[in-house]
């Protein structure tokens, strides 16, 4: 696919489906309302094209609103449509695409428009954790379908002709479009509403093909594809962050989410060795902060939805102590703490730098469920620095990091299952998934 003008929505699924595969659903439906001289304009398929086709070797089922038609504005039969696709989505057990480009609520249909609205959440309610459902904003997406966006799992922007908001930036108190255009993909990803940002429309259809090709199709079927990268692959730079994902990922491919929103944390999909793998990775500064906390505990909730095994690169030595990160920080680690306790797919943990007091106890330890913990011979484990924790204890700094500091130490003590030198992460991650049954 190569970079054109604005597609239409006809145009948009052809271009995200394999070649003759989309089979259309409902194409005779339309409106059946009379009210405001409605019976005089006409909607073809009443401004959304639904039905479903392939990707690669998955099954996809796929809805594009029809600008063109009442500007994609959302009436009575055409959230029957969407709701209706839903419908055989789940019971088809394969994921559901989004192309939204809509004006909105159709005012002309008000209450019935209204509770189109309300069948299309209750559909996406019962969706999830059952398909995929991924959302795609190539227009207009506001009010009402803004909420429908958010009840996705995971959201993918144009940045070029994506606009998302509740309310218009000329709404906001105290803002107006010019200073700070509150709908663009920059704004709304920094703020956590959107998990990733193409710069085009075609941009967007390439990395919706990819998320198909990596998630399972559905919460009972485990996403392994063929790897081509090496089992025993050394790793010769580990890092952080995002770094250390695509260091032990099958061909260095790590598909980030919400990269723009918390960034002291990494989180995305990977393989290791053909097998979906969900990775969380502390940054170089290991601090956890308000913003991050939220986005890896939502992730470990979508991965454990989706018997996704999760991964954690742990380097974290203290809490975000900022005044704005007091009012909420507490709560936002509780929340993470729940979501790793309470998560049933197998957890590897890795401590790749540092791994001090109660905010390592929240970064999937041992202690509140991890299957597996590994760490670097060059990693710390302990309450907090050595240096500070001697001060504190009054001994010498070497006596307390040959006592208390070391992965050694932790793993004498059953803490740690193994110490591993760096160059062996990937190789002892593939074993740990093997070890759990998945692949």
Known sequence: MSNTAKLSARARIE?????????????????RSTDFNMDEKEVPADGVITGYGVIGEDLVFVYSQDASGMNGAIGEMHAKKIA???????KAGAPIIGLIDCAGIRIEESLDAIAGFGEIYMKKVQASGVIPQLTAILGSCGGGVAISSALSDI??????????????PNAVEGNFKEKCDTTKAAFQAQNGNVDIVC????DVLNKLRDLVDILPANAGMPAEKPSTDDINRTIADLGFGRDAIEAVADSGSFIELKSEFGEEMSVGLATLDGTTVGFIANSEEGVLSVRACHKAEQFVYFCDSFCIPIITLTN?????????????????????????????VPKVNVIIGEAFGSAYLSMNSKHIGADLVLALDTAKVGTMDAKLAAEAVGVDENTYRELQ????????????????PMADTRKHLIYALQMFGMR
């Open 15 to 31: 271009a995200l489906v394999d070649a003759n595969s989309f089979v259309e659903i409902g194409a005779m439906v339309t409106k």
């Open 84 to 90: 209706s696709l839903y419908q055989m989505a789940i």
């Open 155 to 168: 959201t993918v922007m144009d940045a070029e002709g994506g606009a998302l908001f509740v309310n218009s």
């Open 405 to 420: 500091e070391g992965a050694s130490g932790a793993a004498k003590r059953g803490y740690v299952d193994n110490v591993i």
């Open 316 to 344: 974290v030595k203290n809490y975000d102590s900022k005044m704005y990160a007091e009012k909420r920080i507490g709560r936002k680690v509780a929340d993470l703490t729940y979501a790793f306790a309470s998560a049933d």
């Open 199 to 202: 710069d085009s429309e075609i």
